[in-house]
């Protein structure tokens, strides 16, 4: 205990202030560099501007999956609604699948070392990519007179020359025909493919980005036309599609959008019972197991077309196979009901038919809470191996128990967890239509937030392996060059699921919780996701948007949370206690007397006293005089008066303070790590009482990394601890203490499996 008992003059002036040299590091310099200059599209507020626009794009789609060939074939025409004030010399095109081509880009991007090749499985799975004939065969471009359409394809990417330019305000009819071969996932990965099923000689194909689509075209970065290479994701055009899904007779389509033809495809006991889910408060069986299984037993001969309507979607994906079991439920809302809805084989049970649909109900439950209703008819999950990936009202999700049925609590959590993110998806960036070719923690971060407050709505103490604070330490501590700041393009990411979904959750998680309060933090995210629902937000709209709503400057946090890799480690370096003079000097004596006896003593003086037998003094008492042997805790009666004529000049609010029994503790600390926090303390008192003070960051607006504060109880502070619930992601817990306290900890000596040999 560094602890003074210090005299200290009534009329001294206590303060925090720490005099020392500028420390600033413009951590809370405000963000108007960083940031695009606000306009008439994007206004300082975060919300959309009086001009702002966007294009449109709708799709006409006739589509076949062949289930002997495993190939996609399709013809689409495509209206492009030029609704920007710019004059449009050529439109483009997104071709994703070419990433599978043989020439891909992302082939040869692809880092990788002598270790990577340490397994089989990694070896089958180089050849199995390299071999793969992928990517889109474009059998024409024409214009909506079926004439031949210039165009020029670069990688992933296709331009569209016009004949003429488009004008603002015009639209531009145009077609594509193509086809490809759909990638076994299994051996070649992938977001979307087919799972083959040896026992029964049956697949299930989770087909996405299968068609060409436009690329968004916008006042901020013009044409959104960087090239597809894998990690990030896809910036779309909102649009109404048509779609027509050509398949195998026995099989059944999940999809965007809305089924228009059930009356050709279903049989009269599955209209039923899809009539009897719109209405249902839990699962009901379309589809029942028994059929299913039925179905998977042989391959009829002969065709089905599905025919599905969505209106106002980024995109569309399809997942279709014999296999599924298919459920349903209704969702109830105040502006409309949503009908839940899951597919899977016999291999999800029973994992699937007692929790996906479920899983969806709570999803939209939560989100819509945090968001707004969910705005579309349907919302749908559907069982692959393995993979989470999320579509306008579609989604993809794994979680598969073992042959027998069995399942452990890893396999169960993480189904329910991918569920959740990938349905939550339908809101980030399926309706809040993010650019996730440049910023991936706009649609995974936000979205992963939100799944951690439906896990635990879903289930008490769910264990969420994102959200609070302190799950993000060992990633905020580790090595910088292996970490890059949230705000980096997608491609350029390290780390990607810590930092585009781990971080940004977790930094508005602590907002919440932490910096800006549950209540006024709803309210602002709420704002921004109303604002930008069917729009194309930026990181700044979103910035701007808390800020405004909320009414607290937020700058600082971005730029350290956001902008670079700083992390949390606050440490208490010193506690230093005052108590104030009572200038009585009868009261002073105990002081004083208290003050000597903790004193340490000298050596010299310790020796001394035992081998200095006899002083020259001690000898000759004659010596003395009346400055030896002195009382030094005697009261002259000159002292005495001279508090009484004091006392009396005090005021009673002076004598109040002076006698208040007040204990001043002045506490120090050291941002180590760079980024500026709340201090948040506990003080437990000398009665076992405690108390929780919360110091915002502001603290450290004019030192970044040293400052001082003094505070003031009539209780004996027995101890202090600093950030005692782990709201701040502090890495370091062993300087957060006063008195210092270490964490246990243990080592190990022995390798699980025993020694280990080379």
């Not at 949503?338 to 439950?365: D, F």
């Not at 003395?624 to 006392?647: I, L, M, R």
Request: glycine letters at 6%; a negative charge; one cysteine or more.
């Amino acid at each position: 205990m560094n602890s003074k008992l210090l005299l200290i003059s009534i009329f001294s002036i206590l303060t925090s202030a720490v005099f020392a040299q500028n420390t600033n590091n413009n951590k809370f310099k405000q963000l108007k560099e960083e940031l695009a200059t606000p306009n008439v599209y994007r206004t300082a507020s975060g919300a959309p501007g009086h001009e702002y626009y966007q294009q449109k794009a709708n799709y006409k789609i006739n589509v076949v999956l062949d289930d002997d060939k495993q190939t996609i074939s399709g013809e689409e025409t495509i209206t492009y609604f030029n609704n920007s004030p710019d004059r449009l010399d050529y439109l483009w095109v997104q071709l994703d699948q070419n990433m599978r081509a043989k020439d891909s880009d992302t082939k040869l991007v692809t880092t990788n070392t002598i270790q990577s090749f340490s397994y089989q499985g990694a070896i089958n799975r180089h050849f199995n990519d390299k071999n793969f004939d992928g990517g889109f065969k474009i059998e024409y471009v024409k214009d909506g007179a079926n004439k031949d359409l210039a165009h020029a394809i670069v990688k992933t990417m296709m331009r569209i020359d016009m004949v003429k330019p488009l004008n603002a305000g015009g639209s531009y009819t145009f077609k594509i025909k193509w086809s490809y071969n759909i990638n076994d996932r299994m051996e070649t990965g992938g977001r979307s493919g087919l799972e083959y099923f040896k026992a029964e000689d049956n697949y299930i194909y989770t087909i996405a980005q299968f068609h060409p689509r436009m690329c968004v075209y916008n006042d901020v970065e013009g044409w959104q036309n960087k090239q597809f290479l894998g990690n990030g994701e896809f910036t779309l055009t909102f649009g109404d599609f048509d779609v027509s899904i050509t398949v195998p007779a026995d099989h059944v389509v999940a999809s965007t959008g809305v089924l228009q033809n059930a009356s050709k495809i279903l049989t009269s006991a599955q209209k039923n019972r899809l009539k009897k889910a719109e209405s249902a408060d839990e699962p009901i069986f379309i589809i029942t197991p028994d059929e299913a299984l039925e179905a998977e037993k042989g391959k009829k001969s002969g065709t089905k077309t599905w025919q599905f309507k969505a209106k106002n979607v980024r995109d569309f994906a399809f997942a279709s196979s014999r296999k599924f079991i298919w459920d349903a439920q209704i969702v109830k809302q105040e502006t409309k009901n949503v009908l839940a809805m899951s597919y899977y084989p016999k291999e999800g049970n029973p994992l699937w038919e007692r929790y996906s649909t479920r899983l969806i109900a709570q999803t939209l439950k939560t989100y819509s809470k945090h968001t707004f209703d969910y705005p579309y008819p349907v919302a749908i999950s559907v069982h692959t191996k393995w993979i989470g990936m999320e579509y306008p009202m579609i989604c993809f999700n794994g979680g598969r128990p073992d042959a027998d049925g069995s399942y452990s609590e890893r396999t169960k959590t993480g189904m329910h967890s991918v569920i959740i993110h990938e349905v939550g998806h339908n809101y980030f960036p399926m309706i809040i239509n993010s650019d996730e070719r440049q910023w991936t923690w706009m649609d995974e971060g936000l979205n992963t937030y939100l799944q951690y407050l439906t896990e635990q709505e879903w289930q008490r103490d769910y264990p969420s392996s994102r959200g609070p604070a302190h799950l993000i330490v060992d990633y905020m501590k580790g090595d910088k060059d292996n970490i890059s700041p949230i705000m980096t393009n997608s491609e350029s990411l390290l780390q990607f699921g810590n930092n585009a979904y781990g971080k940004p959750a977790t930094a508005l998680n602590i907002l919440r919780e932490s910096v800006v309060g549950r209540e006024l933090f709803d309210y602002a995210f709420k704002t921004y996701s109303q604002r930008w629902m069917f729009k194309h937000p930026t990181p700044a709209d979103f910035f701007r948007s808390i800020e405004d709503a909320s009414g607290i400057d937020l700058d600082w946090f971005w730029r350290g949370w956001f902008m670079t890799t700083d992390h949390c480690d606050i440490a208490l370096n010193k506690l230093s206690f005052y108590q104030l003079n009572s200038m009585n000097p009868e009261k002073e004596v105990e002081f004083k007397k208290m003050s000597v006896d903790t004193k340490s003593k000298g050596i010299s003086s310790m020796r001394n006293k035992e081998l200095i037998k006899e002083t020259e003094n001690e000898k000759y008492p004659k010596l003395d005089d009346k400055y030896v042997n002195v009382d030094p805790y005697a009261v002259s009666e000159t002292k005495q008066k001279e508090y009484v004529a004091f006392e009396e000049g005090l005021t009673d609010k002076q004598k109040d303070l002076l006698n208040g029994g007040y204990n001043f503790y002045q506490l120090d600390f050291e941002n180590i790590g760079g980024l500026v926090m709340p201090i948040i303390l506990e003080f437990t008192f000398d009665d076992k009482s405690t108390e929780v003070i919360r110091i915002p960051a502001e603290i450290w607006k004019s030192n970044n990394f040293n400052v001082s504060k003094v505070f003031i109880f009539q209780k004996t502070v027995k101890s202090v601890l600093m950030d005692p619930f782990l709201e701040t992601a502090d890495t370091e817990l062993d300087n957060n203490s006063w008195p210092s306290k270490s964490t246990p900890s243990r080592f190990n000596i022995f390798n699980e499996g025993g020694y280990r040999r080379h």
